[in-house]
Structure formats: C-alpha cells, structure tokens
C-alpha cells in the first residue's frame, strides 16, 4: 500500500534550518510528483512547493522562494524539505503529499510538528 | 494567486441530516476543485476531485458539484466519523496551489 512516512518532531531555534524527510513505499517512487503542505495552528493548509522525483526539478510557492529547498534520494525513495531562517510563524506541522496529476493530494504523510523557540 | 473562501465557517448539524459547504474561487478554476477531510491530529484525506469525482474508497454519501467560481459538497445522511474540518484546493492556476479557510462540521 501506498505509504509517506515523516520524521519525527522537531524544536529549532529562531534563524536556525529545518529538514523533513518524507520516505515513501507502495508505488513507483519516480511516477508521482511530492508536494510539501504546511498547517499552522486553527489555519487551513498552506502549499510550499513541489519536487519530481523523477528528475527532481521543483516549483516552490513564491512565499517560500529562497528559504525552501527540496531535494530527492532515488535510491531510498526519500524527498527532504529544508526550510532556513526559521521564525515563530513557521511553527506549523509539515507534510509531505503525493500528487496525483501532480496537483492533487491523494496520500499525506503523518505530518511532523516544527516549533521555532528562542 | 486565487484566494479560496469557504463558508460557513461552523456548520452544526444532527446526524443523520444533509450538510451542504461552500467554497468560492477569486476567479475561474474550471473544474480543477478538490475536497479534502481533517480530522484532530491527522493528515488530510482527499475526498472529490475534479469537482465532483469521488475518490476511491470514499462513501457515495459524499458529493461534490459546481464550476467556475461557485462549489459546493454535500454530505447526505451525516455519520459520526463525517464530523470534522472540510478543505477545498483549486489546481487551476498555480503556483500557488491554494485552499480554503475550512469548514468545521459540528455535532448539533
């Protein structure tokens, strides 16, 4: 079965970086493209930007543009997303989504919980 | 980028009664609409896309509609595991792909 599985929790401090990983099983890791979707605390969700696996190129939201890399192991299956110069309003859970059609959300990893504290 | 606006915001009803949500669109996304369902603690599950398909697995008690800028999701004969928080996402014009605000379904 198709599965995205998140690392675990993490507490940074202002300014410092954060990397998630999303390491995926189930199907053709290099058929399907991965987003990266945040939520804050009571907000909807936010869409950063996307990765193809297959070549790994990327499209990230403007927002994030310049603070956000997205990167790709073919070999573990596995997309990282890095997000530097953290402040307090990018505590959020961070998710990971396969992208049916590419633009379509049809399975989330569990989501891991980012706190930015000095 | 197009700004997504869901109403209401709470929505309260009984089980076993209709649940109708809204989502409107800053400008046309055709059909490119999808609805997703969040419960406490978890991630999203898609629910419709395009518009108005249902996705597999999801009960035919859940049925999307509309184009343009105006959509809607009706949920007929709400069940106890239907009461959560409803997103929609238009992929028409992006980036950026964008949601809505929300839905929260409540027990009345």
């Known amino acids: 079965q198709v599965q995205l599985a998140q690392s675990g929790a993490e507490v940074k401090k202002p300014g410092a970086s954060v990397k998630v990983s999303c390491k995926t099983s189930g199907y053709s890791f290099t058929s399907f493209y991965v987003s990266w979707v945040r939520q804050a605390p009571g907000q909807g969700p936010e869409w950063m930007g996307l990765i193809n696996p297959n070549d790994g190129t990327t499209t990230y939201a403007q927002k994030f543009r310049g603070r956000v890399t997205m990167t790709r192991d073919t070999s573990t299956r596995t997309v990282y997303m890095e997000l530097s110069g953290l402040r307090s309003e990018d505590k959020a859970v961070y998710y990971c989504?396969?992208?049916?059609?590419?633009?379509?959300?049809?399975?989330w990893g569990q989501g891991v919980q980012v706190t930015v504290s000095s | 980028e197009v700004v997504m606006t869901q109403s209401p915001a709470t929505l309260s009803v009984s089980p076993g009664e209709r649940a109708t949500l809204s989502c409107r669109a800053s400008?046309?996304?055709?059909?490119?609409l999808a609805w997703y369902q969040q419960k406490p603690g978890q991630a999203p599950r898609l629910l419709i896309y395009?518009?108005?398909t249902t996705f597999p697995g999801v009960p035919a008690r859940f049925r999307g509609s509309g184009s343009g800028t105006d959509f809607t999701l009706t949920i007929t004969s709400l069940q106890s595991e239907d009461f959560a928080m409803y997103y929609c996402?238009?992929?028409?014009?992006?980036?950026?792909?964008?949601f809505g605000g929300g839905t929260k379904v409540e027990i009345k």
């Open positions: 400008r046309s996304v055709g059909n490119n």
């Open positions: 989504a396969r992208g049916n059609t590419m633009t379509v959300f049809d399975y």
């Open positions: 395009a518009s108005s």
């Open positions: 996402q238009q992929y028409h014009d992006w980036p950026p792909l964008t």
